[in-house]
């Protein structure tokens, strides 16, 4: 078996177990937290976030990072590169931070970041949110880190969907 055939097996059968994982959460907050230390780990990147859309606003609920990100803000959606995703309802992928007009440099230039993907998630045609991920240094996303960031967003899209309900209600 080639190495990146094992890659990708390797984080299937961590996405599956993740998505158990998640069924067992006990509310928002908990299933938030699983979802951002999971991307992490999964991925193997210096930081990964979960972005909640709500009210034309990109709310920044959760991050497992080497340094503070942007957890408890909101942006507007045209205002960043997770609300462009959802807003698109594509995945981006952006190198180098500073050559991307999608990023505001104002935001990112305080924090470790200098590479970034981000993969909308989606329930029933509508973007409810995002996972972002991060890089301390110049990183290339590769495919199998865009298949199984797709996996994450697909698996929790339900729950998170359920969950977010009732944390506003």
């Not at 990147?45 to 859309?53: E, S």
């Not at 462009?84 to 981006?92: L, N, P």
């Not at 290339?140 to 009732?166: F, G, H, K, N, Y």
Request: proline share 4%; glycine share 8%; aromatic share 6%.
């Amino acid at each position: 078996m080639a190495r990146e055939e094992e890659l990708v097996l390797a984080e299937s059968v961590s996405v599956v177990a993740l998505s158990r994982a998640l069924a067992d959460c006990f509310g928002f907050e908990d299933l938030v937290a699983k979802v951002a230390g999971s991307a992490r780990a999964l991925i193997g990147c210096d930081g990964a976030t979960v972005v909640i859309r709500r009210e034309g606003k990109c709310h920044y609920v959760e991050e497992d990072a080497i340094g503070a990100l942007w957890k408890g803000q909101a942006f507007p959606l045209g205002d960043c590169v997770s609300g462009w995703a959802m807003t698109h309802r594509q995945q981006v992928v952006i190198p180098d931070i500073r050559s991307d007009p999608r990023v505001p440099l104002q935001l990112y230039l305080a924090t470790f970041v200098r590479s970034m993907a981000m993969t909308p998630i989606e329930r029933n045609g509508e973007s409810i949110g995002a996972i972002g991920v991060y890089w301390a240094s110049y990183h290339q996303a590769t495919d199998s880190e865009l298949l199984a960031m797709r996996a994450i967003a697909q698996s929790v899209a339900p729950v998170l969907l359920s969950a977010r309900s009732a944390a506003m209600s």
